[in-house]
C-alpha cells in the first residue's frame, strides 16, 4: 500500500525536478555585472536602509538609517550635499552668516509647500525648533543644537536670574566681547535681546536649585534675594523676521554649524498636523511632509513606500516616481536581493567581509571610499594598568594597523582620532602640524614615518620601562610579567568586532609576547561595562561623526565626562579645543584643532584603529547615488538610467566623474547662494 | 473531562501573570535600559525619559503600575518604537509568523510522520535507515545553514524563488521549507520510536491475528498510540512556531513576531517583550492544554482524575 | 522476595543489552567512531602542536599568510580568515560542542527523566503544578535569563567560586572559560523542559498496566516503581529524545555565543564554526564542510548508537 504512493511521490517528484531546471536555464545571466542587472519596469528605486525605521519623526529619531529616510520625507533649512555632504540650498535660497560665525540668517522660498498644499513659512521653522528644544520632547539628538543659545537652558527646565530688575551674567568677560556686537540682518528687539551677553543660569526646579545652590555658595550668594525667571521657548536662539527670513542665533561661534541644519533634528515638522493629532501625527493616514516623497504605504518590517509629491517646491527636478524603502538587517540578505535584482542599492558598509574579494571585481557597482567614522580600541585610563602611559603607548606601538587594515580588505590604517580622507581641509592642516611638530622634534623623514606607528623596538622599550620585559623566545616573545587577568578586550556582538579582536589579540601575542583575552556582550550589557568605565582595560568603539567637522570626533575626549569610554581628561586638551573654536578663519581654526589632536594622540587614550570604507553597491543603472562619507543620499538627485551605453562602465572614480544632469541640477540649486558671496 | 479542561483555562490566565511578573523582573535586573545608545543622551532628555515612563518611581509602583495595565491587556506603546501600541505590532505581526509557522507545521507533520512510520515498517531495511538518516540529516545541518544553502540552490542556480522578503505564495516556499525540515526531522525520529514501541505491544499483535490487513491494524489501532512522543512534543512546538523563528525571518527578511520579539529584548523595550511573552505563554498553555486532552483521546490507557 | 527478583532482572537487562548492541554493526561502528572522535579530540590538538606547532588561535606571523587557504598537507583543513589551522579549529571546538552536548544530555537525562516520571506517576494536583512550573520556566523568554545571568555573573562581578574553577580548570588567563560554566549552567536550566513532558506523557500511559499494578500490589514504594519499573519501560522514547537534544543544544550553544555567552573568541564550537562558515560557504566552502562533516558524522553517530541503546533495552526486538 505503501509502496504505490511512494511511486506515485517519486513520478511527482521528478516532474517538478525537471520543471525547476528547466525554468532553471531560462534565467538570464548578467554580462559583467553582479547578479541580474535590469532596471526595475516602474521608475521606482527600490533601497534597504538598515533596520526598521524607530519612528519617521524626524526629531525623535537619530539612527543613519532614519535620516535616509526622513530625507525623502522631510526637508530642512540646507541639504546634504550629494558627494561632499557640504550643505546646499534646501528650503532655504541663501543664506548670510555673521562675520564671528554665530548668527545665520536664511532666506527661505516662496514656493515651498507641505504635503497637503499649505505653504511653509519661517514660523513653521520656529514652531520645529521650540520644540525639538522642549523639555517634554524626547529628542535624543537635540544635544546637538544646544549650541543655538539657550536651548539647553530651555531644555534643562533652567531659570535666569534677576536681581534689582536687571539680569545677571554668565561670563563677566562676554559683556565686553567685542566681536559679539556683529549681528546679521535687521536690528529686532529679540535679536538685542538674545545678542546681549549671555545670561547666568540656574536650576528651575525648586528642590533642584536648593540643591546646586548648596554645593556652590558663591553661586548662592550671587543669586540671594533674586527673582527666578524661568527660560522658554521663546527665549531660544530662533527667530522669524517675517514669512521668509529666519534668523538662528548661536552662543558661540561655530564655524560648522551650516552643515548641521541638515542633521534630522533641524528638519522641518509641520505645525498644523503635529498639534492635531499629537503622538499619531507621524502614521501614514496623517502624515504630512514637506520632501520630494510622501509616504504612500507603509507596511513596518516590510516596507514603507513613498510617491514623488507634486507639492513639493521642486518636484519638477525629482527623477524618481516613488522610493521603496525595505528594512533588512542581514548582510547576506542584503546581497541576495540585490543578485537577484530585487533591490537597486543599499545601505553603508552592507558588504560583508568574505564577500568582498568577489564583489570588488564589480568595480562599477562597488563603491568603497573613506567614511565619517572610525573605529578605535579605548585604554580605561582610570585602572590599573593602562593608567601607566608608557603601556598605553607600548601596546599602540604594538600594533601594525598596517596589517589590520589589510585584513580588513576595505579600510584604510588610521593613526589620529578623527578619520583621514573624509576633510580634506583639515588633512592639510594635519600634514602642515605634523611637518611643524617634525622640525620641532629635529627628526628625519623615516623617524618621523613611524612616529605613533608600528615600532617594536620602542614598545618592548617602553614595555620593559614600566616594568614588564619582554624576552625573545625561540616562538616569539615572551612578557612574563604582565598581569593578563587583569585586562581584556572588550567588543559587542557587532559584525566584524570579533575578527578584529581576534586579529589584534593575536598581534599583540606576536609582537608582545602578550595574550590579552577576548570578551564579547550584547551592545546594552556592554554599554553599561563601557559608559561606566567598569570594564578591564580595552574595550572597543565605532563611531560615527554627527557632522561634517573634525570636531564631532575630537569632542570625544573633550571635557571630564566625555563620550570617549577612557575615562580620559586633560585640561590642557580642553584648552586647545576651547582655542579652536574661538578662531574664525576656517584654515587657522583647523590648524589649533590638528595641534589639539596631535597632542592627544600622544596622551594615547585610545588606539586608532581604522578609517572605515562606505562599501557598498550599487546597480550602474542607479545614477546621481554617491558614496558620501555618511552615506546619506539627497534623494532627488537619484535616477534610473535606461539606455544602457550611459550606465555606468569602467568608472575610475564616481566621486569626481562629472555626471552632467546633476552637475547641472547642482548648478542651479546653488546658484542663488552663490551669486550673494 | 469537561471540568478538567475548564479547570486548566481558568489557571492560565494567573500563569500568564506570573510569567508576566517574572519576565518583568528579569527585564529589570538586565544591564542598561531602552534609551542608553552610543550617543550620551543630554541629561534633560534622560530625566525627561524616565519622568515620561515613571522610572523614579519606587519599583513596586512601577509594577503596579504595569500590571494594572496588563490585567486590563493594554500593554500600552513600544518603547522603542513611540506610537505604536504593543497589541498593535502583536495583531500585525502575528499572522506573517502564523502563515509560515502552521505551513511548516503540516508540511513537519506529514512528512516527517510518513517517514518515521514507513521506517518502523521496514525496520532495519534500507528504507529505515535512509529517511532515518536523511532526519537526522535535517537535524544536524542548523537552520542558518540549510537556508543559505536552499537560497543558493533555488534563488541563484535555479531562479524559481525569491531570495528573501515577503510577497506572494512563491516567496513563502524556502522559508517554510528551511523551518519544516527540523521538524520534519524530529517527527520523523519520534515517530519512528513511538510506532516500533507500539507495533510490537499486545493489542497490535491481537488485532493482526485476528486477520485485519495491514492498513487497519496502522491506522486503526497503531497509528493513535505510536504518535503519543509525537503529541508531547508538537504542542510546545506548534507555539513556538506560531510565535516566528529567528534565523528563518532573519535570512529571509519576513516581518515576523519572533525577530521582533528578540530584538525587543535586545533593546530592553519592555511593554513590547511583555505582551509578547503573555501572549505566547498563553499559547503555550493552551496547546499544552490541548496536547493533554489528545492524549486521553490517542490513548485509552490515560485517564485524568 | 522482592529484592532478589529486582537484582537478578537488573542483571540480565544490562548483560543482555550489551550482547545485543555488540550484534548491532551499525550501532558498533557509531560507538568506535565516537571512541576515536573522543580521542582525537582530547590529544589531536597537543599532536598537532608538537609535530607542526599550530594552534586553534595562532595566526601566521607573516602578513600574507593571514588568509584562508584551501586544505593542503600542512593544513589538512584548510585554513580560517585569520590563517589559522582549521583541523586544530575543529578538533578544539569539537571539544566544547561535545562537552556541551554532554553536561546537557546528562542534565536532561537525570533532571528531566525523574521530573517527568514523578509527575505523571503521582498524577493529580501534584503532576499539575510539577507541569505548570514547567510551562512556567518554557514562557519565560530564555534570552533574557541569559543575559542576565552574564550580567550577574559575567564580568568583574562573576562569584570567586566560578573565577577560581574557571582559572583552576583552564588555566591562568583563561577567562574566556569562564563563561564556559555560565554557558553548561544556562543550557542546564532549559534543556530538561521537553525532556520531562516527553517522560511524562510515556509514564502516564504506562502507569495503568498490569506490572506496575502487580509491583504495586507486592509492596514496591513509589520510588522504586518509578526508577525501577516505569522509566525504565519507557527508555525507548528517552534514548531518542536524548539523542536529539543532543544536535539542538549544540546549536543553542551557536546562538547564545551571537549573545556573548558561548564560547569567547578565540575559542570555536562547531556551532560557531559553522555560523563562519556558512558565511563564506561561496568563496570558502572548506570552512563550512568540515566542521560541517563532523558534526554531522557525529550526531549521525550518536543517533544510531542511541537507536541501538533502544533496541537492545527493548526485551522484545528481535534481532536477525
Given at each position: 500500500m505503501l509502496k504505490s504512493g511512494s511511486n506515485r511521490a517519486t513520478v511527482l517528484l521528478t516532474v517538478w525536478l525537471l520543471t525547476l531546471i528547466g525554468s532553471g536555464c531560462v534565467a538570464t545571466g548578467s554580462n559583467g555585472f553582479f547578479g541580474r542587472t535590469q532596471p526595475p519596469a516602474r521608475n521606482v528605486l527600490r533601497y534597504v536602509s538598515g533596520p526598521e525605521p524607530e519612528t519617521l519623526d524626524p526629531q525623535l529619531s537619530d539612527g543613519q538609517p532614519e535620516a535616509r529616510i526622513q530625507m525623502a520625507l522631510f526637508e530642512g533649512l540646507v541639504e546634504y550635499g550629494p558627494k561632499d555632504q557640504q550643505p546646499i540650498p534646501a528650503l532655504a535660497k541663501r543664506w548670510?552668516?555673521?562675520?564671528?560665525?554665530?548668527?545665520?540668517?536664511?532666506?527661505?522660498?516662496?514656493?515651498?509647500?507641505?504635503?497637503?498644499?499649505?505653504l511653509i513659512t519661517a514660523q513653521d521653522f520656529v514652531y520645529s525648533l521650540r520644540r525639538g528644544f522642549a523639555p517634554e520632547t524626547i529628542s535624543r539628538t537635540a544635544g546637538l543644537g544646544y549650541f543655538v543659545k539657550y536651548s539647553e537652558?530651555?531644555?534643562?527646565?533652567?531659570?535666569?536670574?534677576k536681581k534689582d530688575g536687571k539680569f545677571l551674567l554668565a561670563n563677566d568677560a562676554d559683556a565686553v566681547d567685542p566681536r559679539r556686537s556683529q549681528r546679521v540682518g535687521p536690528e529686532t528687539e529679540f535679536n538685542t535681546f538674545i545678542r546681549s551677553p549671555e545670561r547666568l543660569t540656574v536650576e528651575g526646579d525648586e528642590a533642584k536649585r536648593a540643591k546646586q545652590l548648596a554645593a556652590d555658595p558663591k553661586l548662592a550668594e550671587a543669586v540671594n534675594g533674586a527673582e527666578f525667571v524661568p527660560v522658554t521657548a521663546e527665549d531660544i536662539g530662533v527667530e522669524a523676521i517675517d514669512d521668509r527670513t529666519l534668523r538662528i542665533t548661536l552662543r558661540q561661534s561655530a564655524p560648522f554649524f551650516l552643515g548641521l541644519f541638515a542633521h534630522q533634528f533641524f528638519r522641518l515638522v509641520p505645525k498644523h498636523v503635529v498639534e492635531k493629532y499629537g503622538k499619531n501625527w507621524t502614521r501614514p493616514e496623517n502624515i504630512v511632509t514637506n520632501g520630494p516623497f510622501k509616504v504612500k504605504e507603509y507596511r513596518p518590517y516590510d516596507a514603507l513606500i513613498l510617491e514623488k509629491d507634486p507639492n513639493y517646491w521642486d518636484s519638477a527636478n525629482v527623477a524618481l516616481d516613488g522610493i521603496e524603502f525595505f528594512p533588512v538587517e542581514e548582510l547576506s540578505t542584503m546581497m541576495n536581493l540585490y543578485k537577484s535584482g530585487d533591490i537597486d542599492a543599499m545601505q553603508n558598509h552592507a558588504i560583508p567581509t568574505s564577500w568582498i574579494d568577489e564583489i570588488k571585481q564589480y568595480k562599477d557597482e562597488y563603491l568603497n571610499f573613506p567614511e565619517m567614522s572610525t573605529a578605535y580600541y579605548a585604554f580605561n585610563v582610570t585602572k590599573p594598568p593602562f593608567n601607566d602611559i608608557r603601556l598605553r603607548r607600548a601596546f599602540q606601538a604594538g600594533l601594525d594597523r598596517e596589517a589590520l587594515s589589510s585584513f580588513r580588505k576595505v579600510t584604510q590604517p588610521l593613526y589620529d582620532m578623527s578619520p583621514t580622507g573624509v576633510f580634506p581641509e583639515y588633512d592639510k592642516a594635519r600634514q602642515k602640524v605634523s611637518e611643524a611638530k617634525r622640525n620641532e622634534k629635529n627628526a628625519s623623514e623615516a623617524e618621523w614615518s613611524r612616529y605613533g606607528k608600528f615600532d617594536l623596538e620602542l614598545a618592548h622599550k617602553l614595555l620593559a620601562e614600566a616594568g614588564y620585559p619582554v624576552t625573545k623566545t625561540a616562538a616569539g616573545y615572551e612578557c612574563p610579567n604582565f598581569p593578563t587577568e587583569k585586562v581584556s578586550i572588550l567588543f559587542n556582538t557587532g559584525a566584524n568586532n570579533r575578527s578584529i579582536a581576534e586579529f589584534v589579540q593575536s598581534q599583540w601575542k606576536q609582537n608582545l609576547g602578550i595574550t590579552i583575552p577576548l570578551k564579547t556582550m550584547e551592545f546594552k550589557t556592554f554599554l553599561v561595562q563601557f559608559k561606566s568605565l567598569d570594564y578591564d582595560g580595552i574595550a572597543q568603539l565605532l563611531w560615527s561623526g554627527d557632522y561634517m567637522d573634525p570636531y564631532s570626533f575630537l569632542n570625544l575626549e573633550y571635557g571630564k565626562t566625555n563620550e570617549g569610554g577612557s575615562g580620559f581628561y586633560d585640561p590642557k586638551f580642553d584648552k586647545m579645543m576651547d582655542d579652536a573654536n574661538l578662531e574664525l578663519d576656517p584654515q587657522k581654526r583647523y590648524e589649533t584643532l590638528a595641534l589639539a589632536e596631535f597632542y592627544l594622540m600622544e596622551q594615547v587614550p585610545v588606539v586608532p584603529l581604522t578609517v572605515n570604507s562606505t562599501s557598498w553597491i550599487k546597480k550602474p543603472y542607479i545614477k546621481g547615488m554617491y558614496p558620501n562619507p555618511g552615506t546619506l543620499i539627497p534623494w532627488k538627485f537619484v535616477y534610473i538610467e535606461r539606455d544602457r551605453a550611459k550606465w555606468d562602465r569602467e568608472v575610475v572614480n564616481i566621486m569626481t566623474t562629472p555626471d552632467p544632469k546633476v552637475e547641472k541640477q547642482l548648478s542651479e540649486l546653488t546658484s542663488e547662494q552663490k551669486a550673494t558671496r | 473531562m469537561l471540568r478538567f479542561i475548564l479547570r486548566r483555562l481558568l489557571i492560565i490566565i494567573p500563569m500568564a501573570l506570573l510569567v508576566v511578573t517574572l519576565t518583568w523582573g528579569l527585564i529589570r535586573l538586565a544591564p542598561g535600559n531602552f534609551y542608553s545608545g552610543e550617543k550620551k543622551l543630554p541629561a534633560a532628555v534622560e530625566a525627561a525619559i524616565r519622568k515620561k515612563y515613571g522610572l523614579d518611581e519606587p519599583w513596586y509602583k512601577q509594577y503596579g503600575m504595569m500590571m494594572a495595565n496588563v490585567v486590563r491587556g493594554d500593554f500600552g506603546d513600544s518603547l522603542k518604537y513611540p506610537g505604536q501600541s504593543v497589541n498593535e505590532i502583536i495583531r500585525r505581526h502575528l499572522p506573517y509568523s502564523a502563515t509560515i509557522g502552521i505551513l511548516a507545521y503540516f508540511l513537519a507533520l506529514f512528512v516527517g510522520m510518513l517517514a518515521g512510520t514507513y521506517a518502523a515498517l521496514k525496520q532495519n531495511s534500507v528504507f529505515d535507515f535512509g529517511p532515518m538518516a536523511l532526519a537526522m540529516l535535517g537535524l544536524s545541518i542548523p537552520?542558518?545553514?540549510?537556508?543559505?544553502?536552499?537560497?543558493?540552490?533555488?534563488?541563484?542556480?535555479?531562479?524559481?524563488?525569491?531570495?528573501?522578503?515577503?510577497?506572494?505564495?512563491?516567496?513563502?516556499?524556502l522559508p517554510v521549507v528551511t523551518l519544516a525540515a527540523v521538524y520534519a526531522a524530529y517527527i520523523a525520529r519520534l515517530t519512528r520510536a513511538g510506532m516500533l514501541e507500539v507495533l510490537r505491544s499486545d493489542f497490535v499483535r491481537t488485532a493482526r491475528a485476528k486477520g485485519l490487513d495491514d492498513r487497519t491494524v496502522l491506522f486503526r489501532h497503531a497509528f493513535r498510540g505510536g504518535i503519543l512522543p509525537v503529541v508531547s512534543f508538537t504542542g510546545p512546538a506548534l507555539a513556538a512556531l506560531l510565535a516566528g523563528t529567528v534565523v528563518v525571518e532573519k535570512v529571509f527578511a519576513l516581518p515576523g513576531l519572533g525577530d521582533i520579539f528578540i530584538k525587543a529584548v535586545?533593546?530592553?523595550?519592555?511593554?513590547?517583550?511583555?505582551?509578547?511573552?503573555?501572549?505566547?505563554?498563553i499559547l503555550i498553555m493552551v496547546f499544552n492544554l490541548i496536547v493533554d486532552v489528545s492524549y486521553g483521546f490517542l490513548d485509552p490507557r490515560i485517564r485524568y482524575e | 522476595m522482592a529484592d532478589s527478583y529486582e537484582k537478578v532482572a537488573g542483571q540480565s537487562l544490562w548483560g543482555d543489552a550489551w550482547k545485543r548492541l555488540k550484534r548491532n554493526k551499525l550501532a558498533v561502528a557509531s560507538m568506535c567512531f565516537l571512541g576515536i572522535l573522543i580521542v582525537a579530540v582530547l590529544v589531536g590538538p597537543s599532536i598537532i602542536y608538537w609535530t607542526t606547532g599550530f594552534t586553534y588561535d595562532l595566526t601566521p606571523a607573516e602578513k600574507e599568510m593571514v588568509r584562508s587557504f584551501p586544505p593542503s598537507l600542512q593544513h589538512p583543513m584548510g585554513t580560517d580568515d585569520q590563517g589559522r589551522d582549521m583541523l586544530a579549529r575543529v578538533l578544539q571546538g569539537g571539544r566544547i560542542s561535545l562537552m556541551v552536548g554532554i553536561i546537557s544530555t546528562f542534565v536532561s537525562l537525570i533532571v528531566g527523566v525523574s521530573y517527568g516520571a514523578i509527575a505523571g506517576y503521582?498524577?493529580?494536583?501534584?503532576?499539575?503544578?510539577?507541569?505548570?512550573?514547567?510551562?512556567?520556566?518554557?514562557?519565560?523568554?530564555?534570552?533574557?535569563?541569559?543575559i542576565v545571568l552574564l550580567s550577574v555573573f559575567g564580568g568583574p562581578n562573576t562569584?570567586?567560586?566560578?573565577?577560581?574553577?574557571s582559572t583552576t580548570v583552564g588555566g591562568a588567563g583563561n577567562q574566556g572559560l569562564s563563561q564556559l560554566f555560565l554557558l553548561f549552567f544556562a543550557l542546564g536550566l532549559v534543556s530538561w523542559l521537553t525532556m520531562a513532558r516527553v517522560v511524562r506523557g510515556q509514564i502516564l500511559s504506562l502507569k495503568n498496566q498490569e506490572f506496575v499494578m502487580a509491583?504495586?500490589?507486592?509492596?514496591?514504594?513509589?520510588?522504586?516503581?518509578?526508577?525501577?519499573h516505569l522509566i525504565p519501560n519507557a527508555l525507548g522514547p528517552v534514548v531518542v529524545y536524548a539523542t536529539l537534544t543532543v544536535p539542538s543544544v549544540m546549536l543553542t550553544e551557536a546562538f547564545l555565543s551571537f549573545l556573548g555567552l558561548g564560547v569567547q573568541a578565540p575559542y570555536a564550537s562547531w556551532g560557531s564554526l559553522a555560523d563562519i562558515g556558512?558565511?563564506?560557504?561561496?568563496?570558502?566552502?572548506w570552512q563550512l564542510v568540515f566542521p560541517g562533516v563532523t558534526m554531522a558524522l557525529t550526531l549521525f553517530s550518536l543517533n544510531f548508537l542511541g537507536d541501538g541503546i533502544r533496541d537492545a533495552l527493548d526485551p522484545q526486538t528481535r534481532k536477525f
Open positions: 548670510d552668516i555673521s562675520p564671528n560665525m554665530d548668527e545665520f540668517l536664511f532666506h527661505l522660498r516662496d514656493n515651498a509647500k507641505w504635503s497637503d498644499g499649505t537652558a530651555y531644555k534643562s527646565g533652567l531659570a535666569f536670574v | 537552520n542558518f545553514v540549510i537556508a543559505p544553502v536552499l537560497v543558493i540552490l533555488f534563488a541563484f542556480w535555479l531562479y524559481v524563488f525569491p531570495p528573501a522578503r515577503w510577497g506572494g505564495a512563491s516567496s513563502l516556499v535586545l533593546n530592553r523595550d519592555e511593554p513590547l517583550v511583555l505582551g509578547i511573552v503573555a501572549f505566547l505563554s | 503521582l498524577g493529580g494536583k501534584i503532576d499539575n503544578v510539577m507541569m505548570r512550573i514547567v510551562d512556567v520556566i518554557y514562557a519565560i523568554p530564555y534570552i533574557l535569563i541569559v562569584p570567586h567560586w566560578i573565577q577560581w574553577l509491583a504495586r500490589a507486592t509492596g514496591v514504594g513509589t520510588f522504586g516503581i518509578v526508577f525501577r556558512i558565511k563564506n560557504l561561496a568563496i570558502f566552502p
